[in-house]
């Protein structure tokens, strides 16, 4: 006979809780004799290990970061992973103390972001045997987020805007390559050209919001969704990977010729750009331009060229 809770328990009168009205407990299932292989077990294929570098928003020697396949309800939710097939309890003392510091790195680059107030780290494994550390990202003053339920409400709350994901992967994984390895995730694509007419850019934004799929979140990932022993073939068609897409660059060469009839030419340079990240925060992504006005007889033609900025995350 199953195990029935006798009353509904205190936590659904939480305020963290996502949901309200009537609730009611699932019957509890019996146990399994043998329970099902993981990813990464017996005959199973393992994703992590199959998975190329560029799915991932940074690489390193011994550790690799990713990042959903699209934007979801919070700011940011990351995947730590070793590049080796290994689970918590199977690491070594060198990958059980880089664990540790990239947990704090990775934390904090994370929290770096603007509009972050607390970053929670979990580790469940109970869909793959590849070692995953999941860092979902709690939004600043959202104190209904608070606590165990925030994965919950990453596929509840509408998704954030592709551009500031991107800009997020862009700047974490920039923040991680102080110390080493290499990002992968690169900021949006800048528009440089302005649409025709204002209805024609509502229009756009009206079809891009009716094909947008559903967010993919951290509570339908197949990473931690065990497959039951009573389908292995569904099991091994599940793939499970998810990749934070890469975008091109796209720049802007502007070149102005001076009248060669006029007295004076004025030559103006401009673009530098500083994009190194800084210790101790998140990269910053600004322009610095600086100028210079130099003179020429009427009879000479200069050319200035000023260079546009080319600004260019997965799972």
Same mark, same amino acid.
């Given at each position: 006979m199953h195990d029935t809770p006798p009353a509904v328990p205190d936590f659904t009168q939480w305020p963290s809780f996502p949901f309200e009205g009537d609730l009611r407990v699932k019957q509890l299932e019996d146990p399994v004799p043998v329970e099902?292989?993981?990813?990464?077990?017996?005959?199973?294929?393992?994703?992590?290990?199959?998975?190329? =570098?560029?799915?991932?928003?940074?690489?390193?020697?011994?550790? /690799?970061?990713?990042?959903?396949?699209?934007?979801?309800?919070?700011?940011?939710?990351?995947?730590?992973?070793?590049?080796?097939?290994? $689970?918590?309890? $199977?690491?070594?003392?060198?990958?059980?103390?880089?664990?540790?510091?990239?947990?704090?790195?990775?934390?904090?680059?994370?929290?770096?972001?603007?509009?972050?107030?607390?970053v929670h780290v979990n580790r469940w494994g109970d869909g793959s045997a590849h070692l995953h550390m999941w860092f979902l990202a709690r939004p600043y003053?959202?104190?209904?987020? /608070?606590?165990?339920?925030?994965?919950?409400?990453?596929?509840?709350?509408?998704?954030?805007?592709?551009?500031?994901?991107?800009?997020?992967?862009?700047?974490?994984?920039?923040?991680?390559?102080?110390?080493?390895?290499?990002?992968?995730?690169?900021?949006?694509?800048?528009?440089?050209?302005?649409?025709?007419?204002?209805?024609?850019?509502?229009? /756009?934004?009206?079809?891009?919001?009716?094909?947008?799929?559903?967010?993919?979140?951290?509570?339908?990932? =197949?990473?931690?969704?065990?497959?039951?022993?009573? =389908?292995? =073939?569904?099991?091994?068609?599940?793939?499970?990977d998810v990749r934070a897409g890469d975008d091109g660059t796209a720049g802007a060469d502007v070149e102005v010729t001076a009248d060669a009839d006029s007295a004076d030419a004025e030559d103006s340079n401009g673009g530098q750009e500083d994009k190194a990240p800084r210790h101790g925060g998140h990269p910053r992504h600004d322009d610095a331009p600086a100028s210079a006005t130099t003179s020429a007889p009427a009879t000479t033609s200069e050319t200035a060229t000023s260079p546009g900025t080319a600004t260019s995350p997965g799972r």
């Open positions: 099902p292989p993981r990813k990464g077990e017996g005959l199973r294929e393992c994703t992590a290990c199959n998975a190329p =570098d560029d799915a991932y928003i940074w690489v390193g020697e011994r550790w /690799r970061v990713r990042a959903m396949d699209r934007p979801t309800g919070l700011p940011m939710v990351l995947i730590l992973e070793s590049r080796s097939h290994l $689970d918590l309890g $199977d690491l070594p003392n060198l990958l059980a103390a880089e664990l540790g510091v990239m947990t704090v790195r990775l934390e904090r680059a994370i929290r770096s972001l603007d509009g972050v107030a607390r003053g959202r104190l209904q987020l /608070r606590g165990t339920f925030l994965s919950l409400w990453d596929s509840i709350l509408p998704p954030i805007s592709e551009s500031q994901w991107r800009e997020n992967l862009a700047m974490v994984a920039a923040w991680l390559a102080e110390f080493g390895g290499r990002p992968l995730a690169e900021p949006p694509r800048i528009q440089w050209q302005a649409p025709s007419s204002l209805s024609a850019q509502a229009s /756009r934004k009206q079809e891009a919001a009716e094909q947008q799929e559903e967010p993919v979140s951290v509570i339908e990932s =197949d990473e931690e969704t065990p497959v039951p022993a009573a =389908d292995p =073939d569904a099991a091994e068609a599940d793939t499970g």
